[in-house]
């Protein structure tokens, strides 16, 4: 690898670099990825499975332009859980189905009409909090992960705060000091060193992959559909376009394309919730583009989508090999956290660079509000409760930066701002 060398999109890689950045990818998603089958009660093999399915399908439906991994949706788990405890885990599947199916639908229709429309809603002075928020809103879940949070009546254990600062360690100084083939798997090696000093410090237990089988399939199953449990889960569309938007988003920042247009928001908003239609039908949670795998890509530089399909593989295999399987669910918390805390900071650094990029004045009113209000929406931890659904930080912060990006547009075609200058004020009088 040449000192600062950036492989893109369609670049082919040589096998000795690709098996160990498709780890890397793997393991940057599997942790959060199998804790929704687990909250649901369900075996995460099937899981596995289907998020490499899906990767494939999405790389193969966007031509190959737009890198991205799909893992389990965490939108899911609030309304998911509410049926399942009501209905049952096949009526759940059943309204993933409808909700993936509706999503191809709002692709379709974006096909139709374009995506011009997001650069009125959305203006870089609401898109770069929106991006940010992605990454921030995350924080605690890194460090809840970690186990290095203060809960009263259990102590921090030392234990967990090494492991945390080793990965976190070797992570940040190997991200700017390893050279040639080391300097594109930092991750993978920061994983490696966190999971030893946790295996040290007695952390890890394998009693699991003892017990696990050799190969194993994974558990299949059929939906059942029921009226009340749809509407309950459909209102989560608008939380996953939402997501799926501002991952595309920061994504084209990191690789130095356009995505949006190509190859287009809609085959990208289409393969999405085509998976996610595919992962109910199976009996698979819904899947959606992962914010860890664009933190290792933004930290790498590596966004060949064959480093992508080759993690999609390696889930695949894995799903159908209980041994491997078990053996990366010992990782530790500590070694999740640490990595995520890098991971997620880096989304959260990719929404200020499209305000940085995007040259947004902030001595116009109209910026510093859209921005200042996305941020506090964001960040207050305010909800809004639609039935079943809660629509909180970034979602409920996009839904608003939208509302007044759409507001502000207006006011300006209408010349009701104050903050435009004197040849802009000439301009609109004339016209008048």
């Known amino acids: 690898m040449q000192k600062g060398r950036v492989i893109q999109v369609e670049e082919k890689v040589p096998f000795s670099l690709l098996a160990p950045l498709s780890v890397q990818h793997m393991f940057a998603m599997f942790g959060a990825s199998v804790l929704v089958p687990t909250v649901f009660g369900i075996n995460p093999a099937i899981v596995l499975f289907m998020n490499g399915i899906g990767t494939l399908l999405f790389i193969l439906i966007t031509k190959g332009k737009a890198p991205a991994y799909l893992g389990s949706s965490f939108a899911f ?3 998911g859980g509410l049926v399942i405890s009501k209905f049952g885990y096949e009526y759940a599947l059943g309204g993933f189905v409808i909700v993936g199916l509706c999503g191809c639908l709002l692709a379709l229709v974006v096909w139709k ?12 002075a609401a898109m770069g909090p929106v991006v940010a928020l992605i ?55 920061a994983i490696i060193a966190g999971y030893i000093t946790a295996a040290c410090c007695g952390l890890v237990d394998f009693t699991p992959v003892q017990q696990a089988q050799i190969f194993s399939l994974p558990n299949f199953s059929m939906p059942k559909f029921n009226l009340e449990a749809i509407w309950t889960l459909l209102p989560v569309l608008l939380v996953i376009t939402s997501e799926h938007i501002g991952h595309q988003v920061v994504t084209s920042k990191i690789v130095g394309r356009d995505l949006l247009k190509d190859p287009g928001l809609h085959r990208s908003l289409f393969a999405d919730n085509f998976s996610s239609m595919l992962s109910g039908l199976i009996g698979s949670v819904p899947t959606t583009t992962y914010g860890e795998n664009i933190g290792v890509m933004a930290i790498t530089r590596v966004y060949s989508v064959r480093v992508i399909a080759g993690a999609a593989v390696l889930s695949i295999a894995g799903s159908f090999i209980g041994k491997f399987s078990a053996l990366i ?5 500590p070694v999740i956290g640490g990595i995520s805390f890098l991971l997620y900071g880096m989304i959260g650094a990719s929404g200020i660079r499209i305000l940085v990029d995007s040259k947004v004045d902030f001595g116009k ?8 209000v996305i941020f506090i929406t964001g960040l207050s931890g305010v909800t809004l409760q639609l039935g079943n659904v809660e629509l909180k930080g970034m979602v409920l912060a996009c839904i608003v930066g939208m509302v007044l990006g759409l507001l502000f547009y207006l006011f300006d075609r209408f010349h009701l701002l104050n903050d435009m200058d004197d040849t802009q004020e000439t301009d609109a009088v004339e016209k008048k």
Do not use: Q, Y
Request: hydrophobic content about 50%.
């Open 77 to 79: 788990l609030g309304p």
């Open 113 to 124: 009409f374009g995506s011009k429309w997001i650069d009125v809603v959305l203006p870089p």
């Open 135 to 189: 990454g921030l809103e995350l924080a605690g879940n890194a460090a809840e992960n970690a186990k290095i949070l203060h809960v009263e009546g259990a102590p921090i254990d030392p234990k967990n705060v090494i492991v945390f600062l080793v990965t976190l360690g070797v992570a940040v100084f190997g991200s700017v000091l390893f050279r040639k083939f080391l300097s594109v798997i930092p991750i993978l090696i």
């Open 329 to 333: 669910n010992t990782i530790p918390g």
């Open 365 to 372: 009113s109209r910026n510093l509000i859209l921005t200042s």
